[in-house]
T-cell receptor, first 117, second 114 residues
Framework: DVKVTQSSRYLVKRTGEKVFLECVQD?????MFWYRQDPGLGLRLIYF???????EKGDIPEGYSVSREKKERFSLILESASTNQTSMYLC????????????????FGSGTQLSVL | DAKTTQPPSMDCAEGRAANLPCNHS???????VYWYRQIHSQGPQYIIH???NNETNEMASLIITEDRKSSTLILPHATLRDTAVYYC???????????????FGKGTKLSVKP
């Protein structure tokens, strides 16, 4: 089974801190994603990457950056954490296969609940 | 992407089949139907996807009508652990890779009761 591992389940940070959220997948997937989930707003895409060193902005990239130096690892960076970035952060990956139509078959991690005080 | 409509909530007795409907009347010919679920406090979990033929895997069956305007996810023997929010998503196949933004909507909250 595909495993998507997020480095922390719970994280508490102070306003203005630089925050790193790490995500590792073990199935050689090309696509990787970062979402945040908030009550009443559903899942919203922050950034995604379809290859090493490649990144694409999602719907809400402001205040975030990402890094993908290796295929298996996709990091989300909050340059200066703010209270409105308190949220559940979810990482996901998918395999690129036209034949199997798996581009949108996402495997999610367990999530990181980030609280910014 | 085609819009989907799902009932906000459903109940199902443990051990019985759970049939979750989804309407996607504006679906295009190259759009697939994906189903995910999210159990409380966990990340979403992929269940199944299909284009026009019915599909079955170890988790569920997906029945797509001939005109492809609606589909039904079937959990053949629901258990208490199947209590979750179920999302029906319609997405076109992008040959260049993921389109990135999988829109989950509000889904159907399925409650499996003993």
């Amino acid at each position: 089974d595909v495993k998507v591992t997020q480095s922390s389940r719970y994280l508490v940070k102070r306003t203005g801190e630089k925050v790193f959220l790490e995500c590792v997948q073990d199935m050689d997937h090309e696509n990787m994603f970062w979402y945040r989930q908030d009550p009443g707003l559903g899942l919203r895409l922050i950034y995604f990457s379809y290859d090493v060193k490649m990144k694409e902005k999602g719907d809400i990239p402001e205040g975030y950056s990402v890094s993908r130096e290796k295929k298996e690892r996709f990091s989300l960076i909050l340059e200066s954490a703010s209270t409105n970035q308190t949220s559940m952060y979810l990482c996901a990956s998918s395999l690129v296969s036209v034949r199997l139509a798996t581009n949108e078959k996402l495997f999610f991690g367990s999530g990181t609940q980030l609280s910014v005080l | 992407d085609a819009k989907t409509t799902q009932p906000p909530s459903m109940d199902c007795a443990e051990g019985r089949a759970a049939n979750l409907p989804c309407n996607h009347s504006t679906i295009s010919g190259n759009e697939y139907v994906y189903w995910y679920r999210q159990i409380h406090s966990q990340g979403p979990q992929y269940i199944i996807h299909g284009l026009k033929n019915n599909e079955t895997n170890e988790m569920a069956s997906l029945i797509i009508t001939e005109d492809r305007k609606s589909s039904t996810l079937i959990l053949p023997h629901a258990t208490l652990r199947d209590t979750a929010v179920y999302y029906c998503i319609v997405r076109a196949m992008n040959y260049g890779g993921s389109q990135g933004n999988l829109i989950f909507g509000k889904g159907t909250k399925l409650s499996v009761k003993p």
